[in-house]
């Protein structure tokens, strides 16, 4: 890494290639499609992201890119970014300066949640810490343009979830850890649903309100404590201790 560059975005960079790596360790990839996308501080229009044509495990700390909203690469770099890729992040980083980092995938639990009218299931454990906190968005095509940005953010409103109906699902919160947090319960409650759904018999329903207290408890324990944190940090050992160290030179 560069001499000028700041001790925080050193960190920051440390950190997303770690949630790029966790992504790859829990199987959650696409190839070499898909994003992870985090603000540098203090330059609310500069991200980092991956290489285009890298696999999730081969990002590291000094490979990530720095473009700007349209996904256009704005430091000299070896690799080159996917600005086509990146429409989704930059819409949502520009609306939402709550928004920090923002994750897409498409998983199969993800994309057959997608795929369904009713969309996410509320009566599974983490199905009802989303109660009332995504949004959904129809299929317009590969999402490439900047016209289909407004109604995205429409579908997204104030929340943190959007499900890109017939699609896959993009999370955001304030930093890494808690947009991984968020990812983790959405995957969570997708897995469930599609396992439930292969069960013949009803459900056992929650109630509203039931569903609405789980909701808001989920919500601060990503916002207001160190969980997420403490998570993600503990899902790293455990990856390092499996898998060794993460890139040349990683000392953790
Ligand atoms: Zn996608």
Redesign the pocket.
């Given at each position: 890494m560069t001499m000028d560059m700041t001790t925080e975005e050193m960190q920051l960079r440390v950190r997303l290639a770690e949630c790029y790596h966790l992504i790859n360790y829990y199987g959650w990839t696409e190839m070499i499609f898909?994003h992870i996308s985090v603000r540098l501080p203090g330059t609310p229009t500069r991200y980092l992201v991956n290489p285009f044509g890298l696999n999730y495990d081969e990002v590291t700390p000094d490979n990530l890119l720095v473009v700007n909203a349209d996904g256009q690469l704005i430091t000299e770099a070896e690799h080159k970014p996917n600005p086509a890729g990146f429409a989704l992040h930059g819409a949502i980083h520009t609306a939402r300066d709550d928004i920090h980092c923002v994750i897409?995938t498409?998983t199969n639990a993800v994309c057959a949640v997608a795929m369904k009218q009713a969309g996410f299931s509320h009566d599974n454990f983490y199905g009802a810490q989303l109660f009332e906190r995504v949004g959904y968005h129809a299929f317009e095509g590969i999402?490439l343009y900047d016209e289909e940005r407004p109604r995205m953010l429409e579908s997204l409103g104030d929340k943190h979830v959007l499900v890109?109906r017939n699609?896959?699902i993009a999370v955001g919160e304030a930093d890494v850890a808690r947009t991984f947090f968020l990812l983790w319960i959405v995957q969570r409650a997708a897995e469930i649903q599609c396992h439930a759904g292969q069960i013949p018999g009803p459900d056992v329903l929650i109630s509203d309100d039931i569903k609405r207290g789980c909701a808001r408890d989920a919500a601060t324990l990503i916002s207001g404590s160190s969980a997420a944190d403490r998570m993600f940090d503990a899902a790293v050992r455990k990856m390092r201790k499996e898998r060794g160290p993460l890139w040349t030179g990683d000392k953790a």
């Amino acid at each position: 890494m560069t001499m000028d560059m700041t001790t925080e975005e050193m960190q920051l960079r440390v950190r997303l290639a770690e949630c790029y790596h966790l992504i790859n360790y829990y199987g959650w990839t696409e190839m070499i499609f898909n994003h992870i996308s985090v603000r540098l501080p203090g330059t609310p229009t500069r991200y980092l992201v991956n290489p285009f044509g890298l696999n999730y495990d081969e990002v590291t700390p000094d490979n990530l890119l720095v473009v700007n909203a349209d996904g256009q690469l704005i430091t000299e770099a070896e690799h080159k970014p996917n600005p086509a890729g990146f429409a989704l992040h930059g819409a949502i980083h520009t609306a939402r300066d709550d928004i920090h980092c923002v994750i897409h995938t498409h998983t199969n639990a993800v994309c057959a949640v997608a795929m369904k009218q009713a969309g996410f299931s509320h009566d599974n454990f983490y199905g009802a810490q989303l109660f009332e906190r995504v949004g959904y968005h129809a299929f317009e095509g590969i999402t490439l343009y900047d016209e289909e940005r407004p109604r995205m953010l429409e579908s997204l409103g104030d929340k943190h979830v959007l499900v890109l109906r017939n699609h896959g699902i993009a999370v955001g919160e304030a930093d890494v850890a808690r947009t991984f947090f968020l990812l983790w319960i959405v995957q969570r409650a997708a897995e469930i649903q599609c396992h439930a759904g292969q069960i013949p018999g009803p459900d056992v329903l929650i109630s509203d309100d039931i569903k609405r207290g789980c909701a808001r408890d989920a919500a601060t324990l990503i916002s207001g404590s160190s969980a997420a944190d403490r998570m993600f940090d503990a899902a790293v050992r455990k990856m390092r201790k499996e898998r060794g160290p993460l890139w040349t030179g990683d000392k953790a």
